[in-house]
């Protein structure tokens, strides 16, 4: 699985999707707004291959046949609904373009930094946090709702006024706080949408707890113990990967890898006669001197003064 993922085709701005899609380019590289009926109209209805991409879209479909493969889920929503899709996300898909109609956009982090009021957008909306979230079925009057909002980032999007970014920035804002309305009230209207969420939650930090006891108990060759390498193997956004770590534990997902980095040093210090910079090597410290540091900074000990204080044999 983890080499199929590796071989996956990756897309990095919405001109590349454009791209592997065999479809007219976007005006811009970090944002675009289409209705869907348009920009699939000569969309193949064979299946298409999972690829990963790094962007975010909401879109709206209001009238759809497609059957969906969202993460491990495999999903036929009935429209109207929304259909979310968050950086590192593996998707496929089988469509019908003639079955299409609805709105879609599709932004980049790039597009978020540029823009203040979207800047900590993930923190805010769950639904992009989701690495594994099934489309948001909607009534029909929500439909027109988010319709008009929608309408508004189009026209301006073809515009050429000079300013159109920041007011389409607004007008993203605007439709995502609607769209955080209606996830709120299904949330609270259907317990198991939460309890999904939290169970999505903690099976993804139990993947992640155990990556990265696989990766420390082994003999690596190389330090890899950053947020984004873990997030990479877990095919997750890095910054998804901290909310949720942090909501189910309370601590971001950089204290997890150094509390069983910490755990795994501590093991080998009491049930080995490594020195200490034979077990810094052995853990992928680049320098003894860096394990030290590091081992004190969270224990307030060296490694050779806790191995004395708790076997109390001098090695």
């Known amino acids: 699985m983890e080499f199929v993922i590796l071989l996956m085709k990756e897309i990095i701005n919405v001109k590349q999707l454009a791209r592997h899609f065999n479809l007219p380019l976007p005006i811009d590289e970090d944002i675009q707004v289409k209705r869907v009926e348009t920009a699939y109209r000569n969309f193949p209805e064979t ?35 929304l259909l979310f899709k968050s950086p590192y996300q593996v998707l496929a898909w089988t469509i019908h373009p003639s079955s299409l109609r609805g709105w879609s956009v599709m932004f980049t982090e790039k597009f978020l930094h540029r823009h203040r009021q979207l800047s900590h957008i993930i923190q805010d909306f769950p639904f992009l946090q ?34 159109r970014y920041e007011l389409i920035a607004s007008y993203l804002q605007t439709l995502l706080l609607q769209v955080n309305r209606l996830y709120v009230r299904k949330a609270a209207a259907e317990p198991p949408l939460v309890e999904a969420t939290h169970h999505n939650d903690r099976e993804l930090i139990t993947r992640f707890r155990n990556l990265v006891t696989k990766e420390i108990s082994g003999s690596g060759e190389t330090e890899q113990r950053s947020v984004a390498h873990y997030a990479k193997e877990l095919a997750i956004h890095p910054n998804h990967l901290n909310v949720v770590a942090k909501r189910v534990t309370g601590h971001n997902a950089l204290q997890i890898i150094h509390e069983q980095l910490i755990n795994t040093s501590k093991t080998r210090l009491l049930q080995t006669t490594l ?19 590091f081992f004190k900074k969270h224990t307030k000990l060296t490694p050779l003064q806790f191995r004395e204080q708790e076997k109390g044999t001098d090695f």
């Not at 299946?47 to 491990?72: C, N, T, W």
């Not at 594994?132 to 319709?147: F, H, M, N, Q």
């Open 47 to 81: 299946p298409m291959l999972p690829f990963r991409h790094k962007l975010y879209a909401v879109s709206l479909y209001e009238q759809v046949d497609i059957e969906l493969k969202i993460g491990f889920w495999k999903v036929n929503p009935k429209p109207p609904f």
């Open 275 to 293: 020195s200490i910079k034979d077990l810094a090597y052995q853990l992928a410290f680049k320098e003894p001197t860096h394990f030290v540091s």
């Open 130 to 163: 989701l690495d594994k979230s099934v489309p948001l079925e909607i009534a029909d009057d929500d439909r027109a709702w988010l319709d008009t909002t929608y309408q508004k980032i189009f026209e301006e999007y073809q515009s050429d006024n000079s300013d």
